[in-house]
T-cell receptor, first 114, second 117 residues
């Protein structure tokens, strides 16, 4: 099982629709999770941090399901400007004294259509 | 500025030349990461610096790649004898540290777009 797994999409949705992406992770000890947005040929930009059960910011809601080891990102009332790739990131330490790495999913592409 | 700063923004050079990329992290962030991203691909981890600890160089693709971080702040990534497959966007990110472990999210610079002719 990959450390962090996402459906690459693309998800093509009409403006105003609600869309949700899932991200599964393999390390049950993970405590924090992040969603980033990346536009074409741009750097990833932090969208949301998730440290407990979930987080909400305007039209965006992230939820954590520890039992099933996945986090979801819900976007309500989609806008054309939401079109981007959404990256799931899970920090991971390799062993008790190992390097702490941020493991990136491959990203889910979203296209919001007019 | 308040964010991660990278320079140059763009670099075009001939195959075989050496290049040096610079990253200035957010003030107070002692964890610093280098990644590269080829067109249409995901982020590829290159190297990680944390305070005075030995860097994790496990992601460097060949011995032509090296990086240093002097004074615990600015970092430079050097690619010697560049090859066409080195063409990519090189991204730097930094994060806060609690004790010895990074905490919170990474914050990325705008990246350096490297093109090898």
């Amino acid at each position: 099982r990959k450390e962090v797994e996402q459906d690459p999409g693309p998800f093509n949705v009409p403006e105003g629709a609600t869309v949700a992406f899932n991200c599964t992770y393999s390390n049950s000890a993970s405590q924090s999770f992040f969603w980033y947005r990346q536009d074409c040929r741009k750097e990833p930009k932090l969208l949301m941090s998730v440290y407990s059960s979930g987080n909400e910011d305007g039209r965006f809601t992230a939820q954590l399901n520890r039992a099933s080891q996945y986090i979801s990102l819900l976007i309500r009332d989609s806008k054309l400007s939401d079109s981007a790739t959404y990256l799931c990131v899970v920090p991971h330490q390799e062993g008790p004294s190992g390097t702490y790495k941020y493991i990136f999913g491959t990203g889910t592409r979203l296209k919001v259509l007019a | 500025g308040a964010g991660v700063s990278q320079s140059p923004s763009n670099k075009v050079t001939e195959k075989g030349k050496d290049v040096e990329l610079r990253c200035d992290p957010i003030s107070g962030h002692t964890a610093l990461y280098w990644y590269r991203q080829s067109l249409g691909q995901g982020l590829e981890f290159l190297i990680y610096f944390q305070g005075n600890s030995a860097p994790d160089k496990s992601g460097l693709p060949s011995d032509r790649f090296s990086a240093e971080r002097t004074g615990g702040s600015v970092s430079t990534l050097t690619i010697q004898r560049t090859q066409q497959e080195d063409s990519a966007v090189y991204l730097c990110a930094s994060s806060l540290v609690n004790g010895v472990l990074p905490i919170g999210p990474q914050h990325f610079g705008d990246g350096t777009r490297l093109s090898i002719l």
